[in-house]
């Protein structure tokens, strides 16, 4: 078992124990690397280490027998990891990584190797090309699902936070939130090939700025810029990046993209994780009253 795949991190162990539980992601893992180290041979790879960052897939970076760069990325789910593979493909190395080759069964995918992520803040002008070229894809030919499968897990998830930790005012939150989005959802506008996930972790400049690890489904053009700002943008207070990124998105409406801010901010709110905790906080409670009123 695990042939070829070197060491995993503890680090990464934990993540998979974080969203996959104790128990099921140690025996997925053992799985996992049994696969990559099938595929390593299969694909005649020299297998170089394995990446942390990652808290749903075995990612190794490799070296083809050519010498190339490559990372072999085992995803917990099939059907998610099915998603990835066909987004990659309609991205076609614009934004995001090329797609090499991938192995149907287990929806293993072998992607170029764009670099480590450092996780600093980008330029707003940056992230905002990168969403209109990944905004640019064609998303037919595989069965996407909808952003609000997104937005479910993301409530789900949050939900389960707030009420572990008896967060009252967070709870509220979220239940705005919720209806809030119900709302936006309904809202008329141009349906592209999410990225899904978009923060500071998943960015990489390569040549351009490029995004990793995406959880792809089809919605509005709004939502990525939003959640980048939700996670990453939101100053400790007012909301000063809104503005800025409606500054160089004309087509989006300022108040709308507020509200999805906004309600994004709550999903991702984490009162017991100290990083961007006060600074997301002051965000919620500066826009609450008039997110909350009639």
Same mark, same amino acid.
């Given at each position: 078992?695990?042939?070829?795949?070197?060491p995993?991190?503890?680090?990464?162990?934990?993540?998979?124990?974080?969203?996959?539980?104790?128990?099921?992601?140690? $025996? *997925?893992?053992?799985?996992?690397?049994? %696969? =990559? &180290?099938?595929?390593?041979?299969?694909? @005649? !790879?020299?297998?170089?280490?394995?990446?942390?960052?990652?808290?749903?897939?075995?990612?190794?970076?490799?070296?083809?027998?050519?010498?190339?760069?490559?990372?072999?990325?085992?995803?917990?789910?099939?059907?998610?990891?099915?998603?990835?593979?066909?987004?990659?493909?309609?991205?076609?190395?614009?934004?995001?990584?090329?797609?090499?080759?991938?192995?149907?069964?287990?929806?293993?995918?072998?992607?170029?190797?764009?670099?480590?992520?450092?996780?600093?803040?980008?330029?707003?002008?940056?992230v905002?090309?990168?969403?209109?070229?990944?905004?640019?894809?064609?998303?037919?030919?595989?069965?996407?699902?909808?952003?609000?499968?997104?937005?479910?897990?993301?409530? $789900? *998830?949050?939900?389960?936070?707030?009420? %572990? =930790? &008896?967060?009252?005012?967070?709870?509220? @939150? !979220?239940?705005?939130?919720?209806?809030?989005?119900?709302?936006?959802?309904?809202?008329?506008g141009?349906?592209?090939?999410?990225?899904?996930?978009?923060?500071?972790?998943?960015?990489?400049?390569?040549?351009?700025?490029?995004a990793?690890?995406?959880?792809?489904t089809?919605?509005?053009?709004?939502?990525?810029?939003?959640?980048?700002?939700?996670?990453?943008?939101?100053?400790?207070a007012?909301?000063?990046?809104?503005?800025?990124?409606?500054?160089?998105?004309?087509d989006?409406?300022?108040?709308?993209?507020?509200?999805?801010?906004?309600?994004?901010?709550?999903?991702?709110?984490?009162?017991?994780?100290?990083?961007?905790?006060?600074?997301?906080?002051?965000?919620?409670?500066?826009?609450?009253?008039?997110?909350?009123? =009639?």
């Amino acid at each position: 078992m695990g042939y070829d795949v070197p060491p995993v991190p503890g680090a990464l162990l934990e993540d998979l124990e974080y969203t996959l539980g104790p128990a099921h992601a140690r $025996r *997925w893992l053992e799985e996992a690397k049994t %696969t =990559a &180290g099938r595929l390593i041979h299969e694909w @005649d !790879l020299v297998p170089l280490s394995v990446l942390t960052g990652g808290a749903e897939s075995l990612c190794v970076h490799c070296r083809s027998a050519e010498g190339q760069e490559l990372v072999l990325k085992v995803p917990a789910s099939v059907r998610g990891g099915a998603a990835e593979s066909a987004a990659l493909q309609a991205w076609a190395g614009d934004g995001a990584p090329g797609l090499v080759r991938s192995d149907e069964d287990s929806s293993t995918m072998l992607m170029e190797f764009v670099g480590r992520s450092s996780r600093e803040r980008w330029e707003l002008v940056e992230v905002v090309d990168l969403v209109r070229r990944l905004h640019g894809a064609d998303s037919t030919g595989h069965a996407f699902g909808s952003v609000a499968d997104n937005l479910e897990r993301r409530i $789900r *998830w949050a939900r389960t936070r707030f009420e %572990t =930790a &008896g967060a009252q005012q967070q709870l509220e @939150d !979220l239940a705005r939130a919720e209806s809030l989005l119900d709302d936006l959802l309904e809202t008329p506008g141009r349906t592209v090939l999410l990225h899904g996930d978009l923060q500071v972790k998943n960015l990489i400049r390569s040549t351009t700025l490029t995004a990793i690890d995406p959880m792809p489904t089809l919605g509005p053009e709004i939502f990525d810029v939003a959640f980048y700002l939700a996670k990453s943008g939101v100053p400790d207070a007012g909301p000063t990046p809104v503005p800025d990124a409606c500054s160089l998105r004309p087509d989006l409406d300022l108040d709308t993209l507020m509200r999805w801010t906004w309600c994004l901010s709550v999903l991702e709110n984490r009162p017991a994780v100290e990083r961007g905790r006060v600074r997301r906080q002051a965000f919620i409670d500066g826009l609450r009253a008039r997110f909350t009123s =009639a």
